[in-house]
């Protein structure tokens, strides 16, 4: 079974708009970390926004969001005021068994999410 | 965030050939990764690289085929060794760098073999 799925292969939206990019995953760990990435056409992988499996609250930073809904195994992307530059692919990724402080081992990523932002 | 710089940037190779990608950090951090995203897919974990110690590879790679050397706390080598068209991927090594553990990308090592 896959242990992150992303179910949108593709999005349009236009701009100024808000978007939704979504992330299931699976783990049987009580603590583990979610967090999304942002590869636009150049290659670099930008890190975005993160949420540990314990953090009450949802993750914000500055335009993004994650909406965590840590029963439904759901941690979806909220890209607020879409701007033409947010093109890009998304990838949500997880690395379980973990928490602030004492990471160890590498991430399993989602098939990611082709947004394209339209004028 | 933590600095990373990879190089090369890009390469085409011949069939039968090895490259080495370095990858140099502006900190000295204790775990480093290397992934590979072939076209099209998303990112898969390659090795955990220890300094000090052996790799721990994940399922599917060999330290045959991917040898990793991990001299000091600020720098990593990855070989690609007697390549094949399949091996053609973007290579990012990835280290964690501070206090929630994020995992910050170099920009990445493009390899193409004919």
């Known amino acids: 079974a896959q242990k992150i799925t992303q179910t949108q292969p593709g999005m349009f939206v236009q701009e100024k708009e808000a978007v939704t990019l979504d992330c299931t995953y699976d783990?049987?760990?009580?603590?583990?970390?979610l967090f999304w990435y942002k590869q636009p056409s150049s290659g670099e992988m930008i890190f975005l926004i993160y949420?540990?499996?314990?953090?009450?609250q949802n993750a914000t930073e500055g335009r993004y969001s994650l909406n965590f809904q840590k029963a439904r195994k759901s941690a979806n992307l909220v890209i607020s005021a879409s701007q033409l530059g947010d093109s890009a692919m998304y990838f949500c990724?997880?690395?379980?068994?973990?928490?602030?402080?004492?990471?160890?081992?590498?991430?399993?990523f989602g098939k990611g999410t082709h947004l394209i932002i339209q004028p | 965030s933590a600095v990373i710089s990879q190089k090369p940037s890009r390469d085409i190779c011949q069939r039968g050939t090895s490259l080495t990608i370095q990858c140099q950090v502006d900190?000295?951090?204790?775990?480093m990764f290397w992934y590979r995203q072939q076209p099209g897919q998303s990112l898969t974990l390659i090795a955990t690289?220890?300094?000090?110690?052996?790799?721990?590879?994940e399922s599917g790679f060999v330290i045959d085929k991917f040898p990793i050397s991990r001299p000091n706390l600020t720098f990593s080598t990855l070989t690609v060794s007697n390549m094949s068209p399949e091996d053609s991927s973007i290579y990012l090594c990835?280290?964690?760098?501070?206090?929630?553990?994020?995992?910050?990308f170099g920009p990445g090592t493009r390899l193409t073999v004919l």
């Open positions: 990835s280290v964690v760098f501070g206090g929630a553990d994020t995992q910050y």
């Open positions: 783990t049987s760990d009580q603590s583990y970390g």
């Open positions: 949420q540990g499996s314990y953090d009450e």
């Open positions: 990724a997880m690395r379980e068994g973990l928490y602030s402080g004492g990471g160890a081992d590498g991430l399993t």
């Open positions: 900190s000295q951090v204790t775990m």
């Open positions: 690289a220890n300094q000090g110690s052996e790799a721990t590879y």
